[in-house]
């Protein structure tokens, strides 16, 4: 069992492509997905949730959770709420969010790299897409900072004792939380971070108009607008 954590917030423009993607895994195996959510104008909601549910587990998985919360929390303290309620089997925590497309192997590859004893798995370059300026960009990132389809496993994760959560640079505080010892990186060609409706990382936006920087470079719009369902 591997769990795929999404906590979102203010989302249900969005985070259709996300449940989009899980719903197209292929040879994933048995997963979960644990959901976090507060209440906001845009909620996906324990209702809409269940409108996923057959195409889910057709995808093979086997519980899904429905975390509603009361009032807004960080991030950080989502991931926490998460991790807690993780299935006791379960050997590794997913970190999807709504504003992502995963690749199809993404829950295959993140077992795979769990059960070979990694602390964290992630690729280091993906693509980004802006819904609403039709703009595209090739993210890669630098040495072993925290990048993309980021994976933790159950023990890193129990080392998280944090009493205060960043409202910024969240992932990072994740991964410096865990201690991982055991890094496993790859690359992905076919999943996609979109902006243009999502409520957090709302700086990268400017990333499409800046031109190539060392970590971030333009792609064509239309070809990566081809790899969303």
């Known amino acids: 069992m591997i769990t795929a954590a999404l906590p979102t917030f203010n989302n249900s423009k969005i985070i259709w492509i996300q449940l989009s993607a899980l719903c197209n895994q ?9 959901v976090c959510e507060e209440p906001s104008e845009n909620m996906l909601g324990a209702d809409g949730l269940k409108e996923w549910t057959e195409r889910l587990a057709g995808a093979g998985c086997k519980r899904i959770i429905y975390l509603s919360l009361d009032k807004w929390i960080p991030l950080g303290q989502k991931w ?21 497309y995963s690749p199809k192997d993404r829950i295959a ?3 795979q790299a769990m059960k070979a004893g990694a602390d964290w798995y992630q690729s280091q370059s993906g693509y980004f897409y802006n819904i ?15 990048a993309l ?15 205060s959560f960043p409202k910024r640079g969240v992932d990072t505080w994740l991964k410096a939380h865990t201690r991982p010892e055991r890094l496993q990186l790859d690359d992905w060609t076919d999943g996609v971070h979109k902006d243009g409706y999502n409520t957090i990382s709302l700086g990268r936006r400017g990333l499409y ?7 971030f470079k333009q792609a064509d719009a239309d070809e990566v607008f081809q790899m969303f369902p």
């Open 109 to 111: 590859k993140s077992r």
């Open 149 to 163: 389809f980021m994976c933790a496993s159950k023990a890193s994760l129990d080392r998280v004792r944090a009493s």
């Open 26 to 34: 292929v040879g994933a195996g048995d997963w979960e997905l644990i």
């Open 132 to 146: 609403l300026a039709h703009q595209a960009g090739k993210f890669q990132a630098i040495d072993d900072q925290p």
């Open 209 to 215: 108009a800046d031109g190539d920087t060392g970590h």
């Open 80 to 100: 926490v709420e998460i991790r807690d309620n993780m299935h006791p089997d379960s050997i590794g925590m997913m970190l999807c969010a709504s504003d992502n």
